[in-house]
């Protein structure tokens, strides 16, 4: 119904920066939000940005140095990656909430992009 695609992903240097992007495509979709999560080998699946409404939230270890923009005409997200560390290197996940006919929301999500930071 709803599929959610994410690009932009790399092996980069660190000090280096990257592009993330997420389309959700799908029909008459209303957004409630999108964000971006990441999952390293290990570690639980942590928040790294939303945008909600023009609400944005950052994990603390990226803000000042990552930004999350929002095309809501185009169903669409970006994280801007710059000064990119070692600890960074993650799966990175697009999640899309929508709002359904029955007055609920429903999460979807990406397949996700790899990003892999070397020293």
């Known amino acids: 119904q709803v599929h959610v695609v994410e690009s932009g992903g790399g092996f980069v240097q660190a000090g280096g920066s990257l592009r993330l992007s997420c389309a959700a495509s799908g029909s008459d979709l209303i957004i409630e939000s999108m964000g971006w999560y990441r999952q390293a080998p290990g570690k639980q699946r942590e928040l790294v940005a939303s945008a909600r409404r023009g609400a944005i939230d950052y994990a603390d270890s990226v803000k000042g140095r990552f930004t999350i923009s929002e095309d809501g005409a185009k169903n669409t997200v970006y994280l801007q990656m710059n000064s990119l560390k070692p600890e960074d290197t993650a799966h990175y996940y697009c999640?899309?909430?929508?709002?359904?006919?029955?007055?609920?929301?429903?999460?979807?999500w990406g397949q996700g992009t790899q990003v892999t930071v070397s020293s």
């Open positions: 999640n899309v909430v929508v709002w359904l006919l029955t007055g609920t929301t429903q999460n979807y």
